[in-house]
């Protein structure tokens, strides 16, 4: 899906430095609404860099959340549109039903519980409960990420990454500007272009894509998306070479709320020009008190018990 928002009419940005941000600039940030302008006295990296630190610092302050996550992925050459609640708590915690397009499909991952196990029920005859690695075929069938990469931080992580590594490489534009409404909330929004091109890496011995992307320092379903000649995380032999992106995606649009600064929209086109992914969360409330019983197999509102 193609994001529309209102930009500002200054310049694309490039450079190959990235500056400190300061107190100043954040405080702009917060009391200008995210309207940017080239006769700004604090510059427009320093205000990006002070909203990725403002959205960071929110989220160090945000112990549980919940809403609903309209997602939608690129697999091959088919859009995948899913729609899910969730709840998430930390340390690690996320319990996750679907509405569509496998309605009362729930899934239950507690890092460190159940040997790390995904607890999970299809929702639909057989219904049997099932315990599944995070990182199998089965749990990631129809995702882009596993179940571990779940939630807000990991969302702003990848965006930030890009946006500072862009900025530090010199090599792609990052604009900010105000972004509208969006979910029912203002935003800011921050654009990224980038030039699509990367490297190749040589896989090694006993080495699947999850390693080599670890190694890399790539997600590991980008580089499986722009390697046609690579079918599975494990479709790979030692001495073979893959492509690994420079960058996440060749265009990404990030959108967060003026209210609380955190991400509720991320949208990101592949090298090759095409929708890659979009992330939307939907009534997300902050800090709602979530217990254990909201993870918990056996709560009475849940269907992974039969009664």
């Avoid at 915690?93 to 239950?108: M, N, S, T």
């Avoid at 995904?118 to 995070?134: E, N, T």
């Avoid at 990052?174 to 969006?182: A, N, P, T, W």
Wanted: charged share 25%; proline share 5%.
């Amino acid at each position: 899906m193609n994001v529309q928002g209102c930009q500002d009419a200054s310049p694309a940005l490039s450079t190959g430095h990235t500056r400190r941000f300061s107190a100043a600039s954040l405080a702009l940030i917060l009391l200008w609404g995210g309207h940017v302008s080239a006769q700004a006295p604090a510059s427009e990296i320093d205000q990006i860099e002070a909203l990725l630190q403002r959205s960071s610092e929110a989220l160090a302050d945000i112990f549980d959340y919940r809403g609903t996550l309209v997602k939608r992925e690129r697999f091959g050459d088919e859009l995948i549109g899913q729609t899910m609640e969730f709840k998430f708590s930390r340390p690690f915690k996320v319990y996750v039903k679907y509405l569509e397009p496998y309605p009362g499909r729930e899934i239950i991952y507690i890092r460190g519980a159940n040997r790390n196990k995904v607890r999970a029920h299809k929702g639909s005859v057989p219904d049997i409960p099932v315990r599944l690695s995070p990182f199998g075929r089965i749990s990631m069938q129809g995702n882009h990420h596993p179940i571990t990469s779940f939630g807000l931080e990991r969302m702003l992580r990848v965006a930030a990454h890009g946006i500072r590594k862009a900025i530090a490489r010199g090599d792609a534009s990052v604009r900010l500007s105000d972004g509208g409404m969006v979910l029912g909330n203002p935003t800011w929004r921050i654009d990224m272009q980038t030039k699509p091109g990367g490297y190749h890496v040589t896989v090694r011995d006993s080495e699947n894509l999850w390693k080599l992307a670890k190694r890399v320092g790539q997600d590991m379903y980008v580089i499986l998306h722009h390697n046609d000649d690579v079918h599975s995380p494990r479709g790979v032999r030692p001495g073979q070479k893959v492509f690994v992106p420079r960058y996440y995606g060749s265009r990404g649009e990030f959108f967060f709320t003026k209210r609380t600064h955190v991400m509720i929209k991320a949208v990101t086109w592949d090298h090759r020009g095409k929708l890659y992914e979009s992330y939307e969360l939907k009534g997300l409330e902050l800090n709602p008190g979530l217990d254990a019983r909201d993870f918990d197999y056996r709560n009475e509102d849940y269907d992974f018990v039969s009664r």
